[in-house]
């Protein structure tokens, strides 16, 4: 059993900053990539940011140059980032990893509102 325990969201005005964390525990023999998604109402999950195990990274186009995605592979977690926000930013956000296997996991989310 692997569980994600996730962190870090809230309420913050436009041009604020979060940080966003996400733990994961349980029978974890290896992860090789650790990344956040998020889903705003009516629309469809997708990737925010992900990096992998030797700590290459990668980013939607809506949040290149003010999110920054790293992780500890020691504490087995990962980290976002996220400055210069916008009420589109606006989201439930999901930690997501995936093990040796390969299987994958997702975090319960933790809700992220920028207001205007």
């Known amino acids: 059993q692997v569980q994600l325990v996730e962190s870090g969201g809230g309420l913050v005005q436009a041009g604020g900053s979060l940080r966003l964390s996400c733990a994961a525990s349980g029978r974890i023999f290896s992860i090789n990539d650790m990344g956040w998604y998020r889903q705003a109402p009516g629309k469809q999950r997708e990737l925010v940011a992900g990096?992998?195990?030797?700590?290459?990274?990668n980013y939607a186009d809506s949040v290149k140059g003010r999110f920054t995605i790293s992780r500890d592979n020691a504490k087995n977690t990962v980290y976002l980032q996220m400055n210069s926000l916008k009420p589109e930013d606006t989201a439930i956000y999901y930690c997501?990893?995936?093990?040796?296997?390969?299987?994958?996991?997702w975090g319960q989310g933790t809700q992220v509102t920028v207001s205007s």
């Open positions: 997501n990893i995936v093990v040796f296997g390969p299987a994958a996991y």
């Open positions: 990096v992998s195990r030797s700590g290459a990274t």
